[in-house]
């Protein structure tokens, strides 16, 4: 058994290496009732709690992103901070 853990293992290393697509940021910006506007990752397996938020932008590519928006509806005036 010792003899095939190893290539075992590798195999299938390697199989999942080869299967997985390359990932995807789900950055938005997020404003909670009280007016605050949020980056929230949806790439994450939780959602905001407590659950009174509306999605304000379309998924980002990146943090960065995610930011500049934030900022954006911030000086548009849809956002307290």
Request: net charge positive; charged share 15%.
């Amino acid at each position: 058994m010792t003899r095939w853990s190893l290539p075992i293992a590798a195999a299938t290393l390697l199989a999942a290496l080869a299967v997985a697509e390359p990932a995807h940021a789900a950055y938005r910006v997020i404003k909670w009732s009280t007016g605050i506007c949020q980056v929230w990752n949806f790439g994450l397996p939780t959602r905001p709690f407590p659950y009174d938020y509306r999605v304000l932008t379309g998924p980002l590519p990146s943090f960065a992103a995610a930011t500049r928006a934030k900022t954006r509806l911030f000086r548009a005036g849809r956002c307290l901070i």
